[in-house]
Structures are given as C-alpha cells and as structure tokens.
C-alpha cells in the first residue's frame, strides 16, 4: 500500500490542457453540427432564402449557395468544420447539392443522437449508417435512368433540363429558359475531355441578365494600354501569338543604386546600352514572326509605339488565368526570354479581335486548333449581384458536365430521398438487433430533404410529407416529389426535374461519412496557446497530471 502512495506523478498533457471526453462530449458535438445546418437549412430549395454576410473589411456576399455560405460562416467549433469540409468536397466533386449534404449530414447526426443518449455504442450506429448508405447508393443505382447519347438534339435538350434543375435554387432561377441554353452550349462546344479552365466566366456591371453572351473562344478586357496602342490593328486572320512573361520597358534603377562614372561618355554609354537592350529584345519579337504580343508583365510606351509602327498587336499585365486558357487554346508556349524565338512557341489562331462588349472592350481569340474554348459574359446589376450570377453558372455547368459524361439522372424535387426511404424502411423490417433501428433512422433521415424543401416554400411540409408517403406506396408512384409551383406533390421525372445520379450518389456518401466522423470522436483535447504560462513552472501538477 506505502508503494503505491509513493509512485510519481506522470506528466500526460501539458499544463493547462483541456480535455473534454465521454458521451457528454459526443452530444456537446452532434448539437454543434445541428446548430450550423439550422443556419443553412432555409437555403434548401427553389424557394430557399438567401443569406448576407459581411465582415469587418466591409466586403459584403449575398448567397444561398452552401458551399459559399460554410466558407465565409467564421465557425470555431472543431467538430463542426468537419460539415464544412464536406461541403467543400461535394463543390469540388460535382458543383451542386452543398445544401443538401449538409442538412442530411445534420439530421444523421439528429437521429444518432437519440440512440447515443439511449446507451447504443457510436460504433454500432456508424456500422448501421454505412450499411443503409451502401443499400440506398445500390438503389440509386438501379433506380437511375440513362440518357440518350446517339441523337445529339436530343441529348442536348435533356442537358437543358439538368441544367434547369440545378438553376431553379439560385438567383437565375427565373431566368432559366435563357440561361440553360447558354450553359449546354458552353459544355457541348468543349472537346470530349471537358477541361473547364477552357471555360472563362466574366462579369461586366450594367445591362439586363438577358443581355448575358457566350463567346466561342478566348475573351479577356482589354488591359492597361500606352500611347500607341490605338494606332495598332484590332483584327487579324489566320493570327500567330506570342506570349511572354518579361517586362517590355525601361526601368527605373532600383533604391540605392549606384554607379560611378567618370565623364559624361561614361554616363553616355550607360544609357545607350539600355537602349540597345530593350531594342534588341523588340526586334527578335518582332523578327519571330508573331502578330499578336502577350505578355503577363508590363508592356511599357516604348514597346507599344514599336509594335504599333510595325503593325503588330500588343498587350500587357495580360491576368494569368486568361493567358493560359489563351495558351492552351492556341498553342503558344510562354517565353521567359527572347533569344530563341521560332515557330515552334507560337500559338495560333483563326480570328482575332476587339470587339465593345458592354461597358468594356474585349480581346477575342476564336477559331483556335489545339483546344475548343468559350467565355460566358455575366452582364447585371450590382457586384454582389453578379458574383451571386456567377456561382449559379458554375454550378450549372458542373451540373451539366457529370450529366454528360456519367450519362444518368434522377427525378429531383425529393422524390429520390422518399424512394430510398421507402426502400431501407422496407429492408430494416427484414433484420434484426440494433442495426435495424440505424437503418431505419436513416430512412426517416432522408425525408428531410423534401420537408425541408416544402416548408422553405411555405408549405405544410407534414402534409406533404404524408402525401409523398401515400404516393411512394402506390405503383408507379416512386417518382413523386415536392411541386413548389402548385403548392403540391407531382412526378417530377414527367416535370423534366432532373438531377444527374452522381449528385445524389456522392452526397449521401459524403453525408453519412462526415456522420461517422463525428460520432467516432469520443474525446476533444484542447491545447494551451504557445505562451500560456502558468505560475510554477511546466513541471507543476495541474489538469494534465495522473498520480
């Protein structure tokens, strides 16, 4: 007994650590999570609202996108950023459904929680969780219909349809007859490979949202110009481009520089050769054959007027994005010297010009060989307003890339959610033990989508939901969903409510993941800041001590 009161203290943690364990630190997390899709759920839907938010900079965002919403949303809580990894990842993946990740992740979360307070083991919920997604991932599957790829008409007025699905939640939504068309067209011109770094979106202030245009090819403003950039051409066939990455211009001698020289010859020659440098560099450009000049760092006075004299294009501080959608376009490889200068770098295309666009003039590259590009010109209101118009497109588009490539959709509308609800409710009746409850839990987990949809239109979604039920039931019924025009239910599939199969595959996926993740963390431990020092020193007993 004397032994064991004399052992010595072992130093675990150090001072001043905080740790927090056990179920009350599960549940502490899962009301975390729940918090946060509280904050989003509202955006869910056509009739979703939108969220501001502003910071101390005074840079205002207006969006009902989950994904812009979970990035700009300061969230603390170590836990809860696993939703906003989530979130990230289905944006990245497939562009759409950051909403319904989230708001499916929270009710997993809800409903685990009941279990967790009634003594079920986390890990016996997370083996019941992946199993339902496994199931409800091989329904979809299934469930899922092929479109078309033989009649290119046709294919491309089921892309409309995908592309107007996704639109319906955003700030274009009303608009979605003229921009559904200008999205397939962007996705239907690209190669078969789909890069969209070939597809440019830029913003230009004023104008109607109709007014919006699709360029076919490379389209830039027109950058930062010097004297004599007028007096070049704006329109070439059968163009040859050149892109650089060195400044054109004389330059001032950097802070305490110093030269000594003995004469005025001596200071003669110092200028002279600076001259005969910067001239050299002009002619071997001009020597390589190009037309078109484009240069990501400045293009001085001196360069301009040259070029302009010899008819040839210039333009420089050209943004890096532009010039390597440019590059890839045509290509031009660029050049971090002019000493060896051939055909060989040059880039090509058919047409170019400057054409007014707006409020703005634009440099376009059409007609290029080595890859097929476009340019989507936002046109509208306020900047907020078209930053809003552009991740509406970018959604879209991604939308409409994975309809085109994995070829497979789904009825949208949260008639696929209470489908697979009905599907693992049916399943959960044919096993036994505690996975059957997880499994079912899951099951009413999904229906939270078409609720959620329902009741952010102002609807009563317990009656909607009574009604999909009854519906989903009957035959023929499984492809019924929320109709948030007629404040009713109908097939959605008939309503051309499509959303492509991958959408709906990831997110249940990446939902029940972030679900286990949570649930797998049994301990939080909290370090103490670096120069968190406590009266005593480091090797005074405190919290992070056992005896």
């Not at 969006?63 to 990894?85: C, F, R, W, Y």
């Not at 592309?163 to 608009?175: D, E, P, R, V, Y």
């Not at 200071?267 to 002279?272: A, L, N, P, S, T």
């Amino acid at each position: 007994m004397s032994s064991q009161m004399l052992q010595p203290t072992i130093l675990l943690l150090k001072e001043g650590t905080d740790t927090s364990q056990g179920k009350p630190q599960l549940i502490s997390n899962i009301n975390a999570c729940c918090a946060i899709v509280d904050t989003i759920a509202t955006t869910l839907g056509p009739r979703g609202m939108d969220k501001l938010m502003y910071d101390d900079r005074g840079s205002v965002t207006i969006s009902n996108d989950g994904a812009t919403i979970m990035k700009l949303l300061d969230i603390v809580h170590p836990a809860a950023k696993t939703l906003v990894e989530i979130a990230k990842s289905q944006d990245s993946e497939v562009g759409d459904g950051t909403t319904s990740v989230v708001v499916l992740a929270g009710q997993l979360l809800k409903l685990s929680k009941e279990y967790v307070e009634d003594g079920v083991p986390p890990t016996v919920i997370m083996k019941g969780l992946r199993k339902a997604c496994d199931l409800a991932r091989h329904r979809i599957r299934e469930f899922a219909t092929t479109l078309p790829n033989d009649n290119p008409e046709e294919l491309r007025a089921l892309l409309q349809k995908c592309a107007a699905t996704a639109m319906n939640s955003k700030l274009i939504g009303s608009h979605k007859e003229f921009f559904a068309p200008l999205v397939v067209n962007a996705i239907m011109h690209l190669d078969d490979d789909q890069d969209l770094s070939l597809i440019g979106i830029k913003r230009e202030k004023g104008g109607s949202m109709e007014e919006s245009l699709l360029v076919e090819g490379v389209a830039f403003k027109k950058t930062f110009s010097y004297a004599g950039f007028e007096q070049q051409p704006k329109r070439f066939v059968d163009a040859k481009i050149l892109t650089l990455n060195i400044e054109l211009e004389l330059k001032a001698e950097k802070d305490n520089a110093e030269v000594r020289v003995e004469g005025i010859e001596d200071y003669q020659q110092i200028v002279d050769a600076e001259w005969r440098i910067i001239y050299a560099k002009l002619e071997s450009i001009v020597n390589s054959g190009a037309n078109i000049i484009l240069s990501k760092l400045a293009i001085g006075d001196l360069a301009t007027q040259y070029f302009a004299d010899r008819g040839i294009f210039c333009a420089g501080r050209v943004p890096e994005d532009d010039l390597t959608r440019v590059c890839k376009a045509s290509g031009s490889q660029v050049q971090s010297s002019v000493s060896d200068l051939n055909e060989s770098v040059l880039g090509k295309c058919a047409l170019f010009e400057e054409r007014q666009l707006g409020g703005q003039r634009y440099n376009i590259f059409s007609g290029c060989p080595q890859a097929k590009t476009v340019t989507i010109i936002l046109r509208g209101g306020g900047e907020q307003f078209l930053a809003e118009m552009d991740r509406s497109i970018h959604d879209a588009i991604m939308i409409v890339k994975r309809a085109r490539r994995y070829n497979s959709v789904v009825p949208g509308g949260g008639a696929i959610e209470m489908e697979l609800s009905k599907f693992l409710r049916q399943y959960s009746r044919t096993i036994h033990g505690k996975e059957q409850l997880i499994i079912n839990a899951f099951g009413k987990a999904l229906e939270i989508i078409p609720s959620q949809i329902a009741e952010n239109a102002g609807l009563d979604s317990t009656t909607i939901l009574n009604k999909l039920r009854m519906r989903h039931d009957q035959p023929g019924g499984d492809s019924y969903g929320v109709d948030v025009i007629n404040d009713d239910i109908c097939n959605t599939y008939d309503a051309f409510i499509w959303e492509p199969s991958l959408i709906k595959l990831n997110s249940i996926e990446a939902a029940t993941e972030a679900a286990c993740t949570i649930l797998s963390i049994d301990e939080t431990v909290k370090n103490p800041a670096a120069n968190h020092t406590i009266g005593g020193g480091p090797g005074a007993p405190g919290r992070g001590m056992m005896r």
